[in-house]
Nanobody, 124 residues
Framework: QVQLVESGGGSVQAGGSLRLSCAASGRTFTSYAMGWFRQAPGKEREFVAA?????????YADSVKGRFTISRDNSKNAAVYLQMNNLTPEDTAVYSCARSRAPIDLAPGDFVSWGQGTQVTVSA
């Protein structure tokens, strides 16, 4: 089982950057693709980005392509990161780290568990 704890959220102005981190515990971390989702107030949770077990494949939502970058550390640190640049107010949401059902399954429907999330607020 993989436990997920997010950090790095905060408040920034439009055009700014944030880097989210997700610390993963559990010996099987490297067995799964990982991802990020977000949920804005009054909206459904939406897929943001995903990365395969070894980092060789990534997938992004159209709304964040070219601005966000997902990466992972499979060393003893066992973490997933989301670098977010050129943020806009539309990026305001709670961002959650997620685990896929398999090593290379990156489709939004492949994710089966989520962390508690970290708040990101972007002001105009």
């Amino acid at each position: 089982q993989v436990q997920l704890v997010e950090s790095g959220g905060g408040s920034v102005q439009a055009g700014g950057s944030l880097r989210l981190s997700c610390a993963a515990s559990g010996r099987t971390f490297t067995s799964y693709a990982m991802g990020w989702f977000r949920q804005a107030p009054g909206k459904e949770r939406e897929f943001v980005a995903a990365i395969s077990w070894g980092g060789g494949s990534t997938r992004y939502a159209d709304s964040v392509k070219g601005r966000f970058t997902i990466s992972r550390d499979n060393s003893k640190n066992a973490a997933v990161y989301l670098q977010m640049n050129n943020l806009t107010p539309e990026d305001t949401a709670v961002y959650s780290c997620a685990r896929s059902r398999a090593p290379i399954d990156l489709a939004p429907g492949d994710f089966v568990s989520w962390g508690q999330g970290t708040q990101v607020t972007v002001s105009a």
